[in-house]
T-cell receptor, first 117, second 111 residues
Framework: DAGITQSPRHKVTETGTPVTLRCHQT?????MYWYRQDPGHGLRLIHY???????DKGEVSDGYSVSRSKTEDFLLTLESATSSQTSVYFC????????????????FGPGTRLLVL | GENVEQHPSTLSVQEGDSAVIKCTYS??????FPWYKQELGKGPQLIID???NVGEKKDQRIAVTLNKTAKHFSLHITETQPEDSAVYFC??????????WGAGTKLIIKP
């Protein structure tokens, strides 16, 4: 298994409160991703990072922010949680493919189940 | 942008039979197509992938085929076993750093 941990693994919070999820990797991979997984939608990209302090938005970034101050850590913050952000959140990592360019295989963490009441 | 459609959403097959899951993509520039398996309570895990310069790839009971002209690719599992029960996701590479994902197929293996 890729060395990826997510914390917390489960969280219940109330609408309007801030929430921070952490992804930690021991693989020294350059690229890190945050996805949310909801029934019928598969995996949807929230934000991704291509290096320390280098981040970009994915398709469902509204209401979320990220930070990456170290290679090994990628934080996802819900500034003011809403019920629509109840979901399972997955972190993934990837490394550059020097032959094909860009990245390909993504390795996933175990997920964080978030319930916003 | 890229869009990936996956069918069926649920597939039930008898143990020992074959299972086929199909995906179509929209961006002809996509050149990398992975398949992931997700077991209950876990993150997705890569099981096989294919690049656009080949038409088929096999790994034991699992195979993936790619038709670039029609822009579709399929996962084939032969001699299905109970441990094949899971949710399977296809994806297509879009831009250098992103994968666009299908909605998933729940595969049920009946004893």
């Amino acid at each position: 298994d890729a060395g990826i941990t997510q914390s917390p693994r489960h969280k219940v919070t109330e609408t309007g409160t801030p929430v921070t999820l952490r992804c930690h990797q021991t693989e020294n991979h350059r690229y890190m991703y945050w996805y949310r997984q909801d029934p019928g939608h598969g995996l949807r990209l929230i934000h991704y990072s291509y290096g320390v302090k280098d981040t970009d938005k994915g398709e469902v970034s509204d209401g979320y922010s990220v930070s990456r101050s170290k290679t090994e850590d990628f934080l996802l913050t819900l500034e003011s949680a809403t019920s629509s952000q109840t979901s399972v959140y997955f972190c993934a990592i990837s490394e550059s493919n020097p032959t094909s360019g860009g990245t390909e295989t993504q390795y996933f963490g175990p997920g964080t189940r978030l319930l916003v009441l | 942008g890229e869009n990936v459609e996956q069918h069926p959403s649920t597939l039930s097959v008898q143990e020992g039979d074959s299972a086929v899951i199909k995906c179509t993509y929209s961006d002809s520039a996509s050149n990398y197509f992975p398949w992931y398996k997700q077991e209950l309570g876990k993150g997705p895990q890569l099981i096989i992938d294919i690049r656009s310069n080949v038409g088929e790839k096999k790994d034991q009971r699992i195979a993936v085929t790619l038709n670039k002209t029609a822009k579709h690719f399929s996962l084939h599992i032969t001699e299905t076993q109970p441990e094949d029960s899971a949710v399977y996701f296809c994806a297509a590479k879009w831009s250098n750093y992103q994968l666009i994902w299908g909605a998933g197929t729940k595969l049920i293996i009946k004893p």
